[in-house]
């Protein structure tokens, strides 16, 4: 099990150019911390962010989230989804818009394979109903591989770690420390704590690629949601690059046991994907 320590932290936030925590996310916080929230502030909040808010019904009203009927008005989608989900949703978009700079990857392709991501466990979390909230898992979804763009942005050579990881099918953590000493589930924990993002959202991006965590099925919220994060990940690989996940072979079994699956649902899971996302 990865461990943060202090010595860890301290080197991330020295080395690394860690993205601030937007104004509007604090704003939001403040009002959503009232004993009784005020929709009406918060749809303004929101609306007054052109951007963020097209964002929003965008993403509200695609089939990935399965809403029965259409949403035309933040106030609408806020009522609609409720606040910790908007709240989640926000955190999400505003990430992508944090990266800035030149990249030795292409941040436009990182990010729509990560909402690629984000999207497949909403669609997962819907068929199999794992009753994880949709937020979180679309949250998890988008941040479980923000440490990658601190290391594309800093190393020139950060392409070529994610090039020799794929072609030995195996995932980048342990190519990262050997070559940086740090590896992007550490920074991407650092990224979401810094965010104020839930413990167990924060907890459960530190530990994205250890398979071991499916191993011993307890059925409790972070393993279904680390299960679901597997299979939304394959489900996107498979789609988008004909191949499998790094993770698939390892955690397949343990991973569709943990949501009560079996290989033949999984395989109509994504006969059903494959048609959505074309």
Known sequence: MMVIDDKKMAKVATSFQIPVKPQILTDLQRLLDTAEPDIDKIAVLISNDVGLSSSILKLVNSPF?????????????????????????????????????????????????????????????????????VDILYTIGLFQNCGIPLLAQKFDDYKDILIEANSSGVNSIQLEEENYQTNHAVLGYYVASSWHLPKEICELILRHHEIAFLSKIS????????????????????????????????????????????????????????????
């Open 219 to 278: 059925g409790n919220k972070e393993q279904l949601a680390f299960a679901t994060l597997k299979v939304a990940d394959n489900l996107v690989e498979r789609v988008k690059r004909r191949c499998d996940s790094p993770d698939w072979i390892q955690s397949q079994r343990d991973a569709l046991n943990v949501l009560g699956l079996s290989v033949s649902d999984y395989e109509d899971l994504k006969d059903e994907y494959v048609e959505l996302f074309e």
């Open 65 to 133: 989230y399965g809403m029965k009927r259409k949403s035309s008005k933040i106030k609408q989608a806020v009522m609609m989804l409720g606040l910790e989900t908007i709240s989640g949703l926000i955190s999400a978009l505003l990430l992508k818009s944090a990266f800035k700079g030149t990249s030795s990857i292409s941040l436009e392709r990182f990010w729509d394979d990560s909402l690629d991501v984000a999207n497949a466990m909403a669609f997962v979390a819907q068929r199999v109903k794992n009753k994880m909230s």
